[in-house]
């Protein structure tokens, strides 16, 4: 008999030896075969676990705390702040200074000439940005705004387009020079063009050949959202002529929000309410006025104020939600995961491979000798 209590009885009186830290498992090799009249226990079923079909997890039995990280990504952007860059482009006389300084009620835009002063109209278009810092509630944000003086004021307005694009691709390129390199920066400085709000001289009539083709070429490589400038001056006929979208169709003209980028159906009602809307109807306006007992931001003439956050008055209040409060990180997304995503692509096909080393540049066809 053993005493260790490491014997245990077989039912015939025999012993049969298991350590006392290691229990036997039937079938083991390491036990000898045993002989019992017991009915093996039935082992117990394992109950499947299944997901309902729409879910992508398991449902929680506890608090996590999965939502904290919405917590921490606010206060990492509240100490790092972010940038946003914005192109206005349109003939002189539209506004585009006033329109962007009620945009962000501040003066971010300089005017070409002070009142009593002519304006002097260069004779090639040039390109002008102003960087503020705008800080809101905590939050700051980094503010670059591109001017275009001299767009559509020439008799002759061929490949006036030519400059932008070139100011666009030119900061798609030093993006990419700086995202090639092996040892660079946390974070890379964005000087991108995140939107391109185009101003439409208000004619009376539909758009004029010269914003058709600009915004054929350019909604190919930047976001481009179009406006009808001083929409005061027109009535609500010819408002709704300015609103028929034929042309944009004929055209193959995508402006944003582009249906093709609608991730989902909540998306896609969302900017289809935007679109039906597209050119925006607006009026600038960046001093307040005494209304009712209250100060307002409006246009005074001499049938009344014109205010211009007021929705019955003019469609300045959908141009400013879409392009700060609902959809300014969508602008950059798509600015980087399609348009310059698309640049990168054609620049690195067109490269060397022997190139692509960031100490030789990123030299393509035909640029021996440039350097990325």
Partial sequence: MCRGGCCQDNGAGRGVWAHPALPTRAGSSLEPEKHSMEQPAEPEEEVPITTAPGQAGCQLFGYVGIEAV???????????????????????????????????????????????????????????????????????????????????????????????????????????????????????????????????????????PLDLEFMRRLSKIVNVVPVIAKADTLTLEERAEFKQQEDLKTHAISVYPQEDFDQDPDDRVLNDRIRENIPFAVVGADQEHQVNGKRVLGRKTKWGIIEVENPTHCEFPLLRDLLIRSH?????????????????????????????????????????????
Avoid at 90 to 108: A, Y
Avoid at 173 to 198: A, Q, S, W
Wanted: charge should be positive; glycine fraction near 8%; hydrophobic fraction near 30%.
């Fill in 70 to 208: 919405l917590d921490q990504m606010k206060i990492k952007t509240m100490k790092t702040g972010f940038e946003f860059n914005i192109m206005v482009v349109g003939q002189s006389g539209l506004g585009k200074s006033t329109m962007v300084n009620t945009l962000f009620k501040s003066k971010v835009s300089r005017k070409a000439s002070q009142p009593g002063q002519e304006e002097r109209i260069p004779r090639t278009v040039q390109l002008q940005s102003i960087t503020h810092v705008i800080e809101e509630r905590g939050v700051k944000m980094k503010l670059t705004v591109t001017d275009t003086p001299g767009f559509g004021d020439q008799i002759n307005n061929e490949n006036c387009w030519d400059p932008i694009i070139k100011y666009i691709n030119e900061q798609y390129e030093r993006y990419l020079r700086e995202e090639i390199l092996i040892t660079r920066k946390r974070k890379i400085p964005d000087t991108r063009v995140h939107g391109c709000v185009y101003f439409i001289p208000p004619t009376g009539h539909w758009l004029r």
């Fill in 328 to 372: 300014l990180q969508d602008l950059k997304d798509i600015t980087h995961n399609v348009h310059y995503e698309s640049y990168r692509v054609r620049r690195l096909n067109e490269s060397n491979r022997p190139a692509l080393s960031p100490l030789n540049g990123l030299a393509g066809k035909g640029e021996a000798g440039s350097d990325l």
